[in-house]
């Protein structure tokens, strides 16, 4: 007797679905366990960014943590002292901030990782001038390095 090929199709699918690439729920990141850690540090850094909590968010910080901001100028370099002290003041002067943050891609290489980020935020910000709405959208790389066991944001904020 021949094999039906309509019988043959589910457990086709089965084999298939058993055979591919496992991803973090909501993603198209494949899940392990160093993705589900960097993933989850993202959250809370988008979760406590939220809630313009500057202790929760230094505290996913590495010490060794250092941004350019993409220019060569040193004066707008931050490192993780700079970031503690102003942080707070900056965080301070957001009002109705709403942002949402997804993770695109995360790629690690032994102890070090980046993952692509799109942020969209909505906020209202006190300028000199007074109170202003803005909405941002962005696609950066944040950069991680594994410390201790641990996944630190080491620049990218």
């Not at 540090?41 to 505290?59: F, H, M």
């Not at 250092?66 to 707008?76: E, I, L, R, V």
């Amino acid at each position: 007797m021949t094999p039906r090929p309509l019988l043959l199709a589910p457990a086709l699918a089965v084999a298939l679905a058993s055979c591919a690439a496992h991803r973090i729920p909501g993603t198209e990141i494949a899940d392990s366990e160093d993705n589900r850690a960097i993933y989850s540090v993202v959250q809370g850094y988008a979760e406590a960014l939220q809630r313009k909590d500057a202790a929760t968010l230094l505290s996913l910080v590495s010490p060794d943590y250092f941004d350019n901001a993409g220019t060569a100028d040193p004066a707008d370099d931050l490192d993780f002292a700079r970031l503690e002290q102003t942080l707070p003041a900056d965080l301070g002067k957001l009002e109705s901030l709403r942002v949402e943050v997804q993770v695109r891609k995360i790629a690690v290489e032994k102890d070090a990782a980046v993952a692509e980020l799109w942020s969209d935020g909505w906020y209202r910000i006190q300028t000199p001038q007074g109170i202003v709405p803005r909405r941002d959208q962005d696609l950066h790389r944040m950069r991680l390095i594994r410390r201790d066991g641990a996944w630190k944001i080491i620049g990218g904020l």
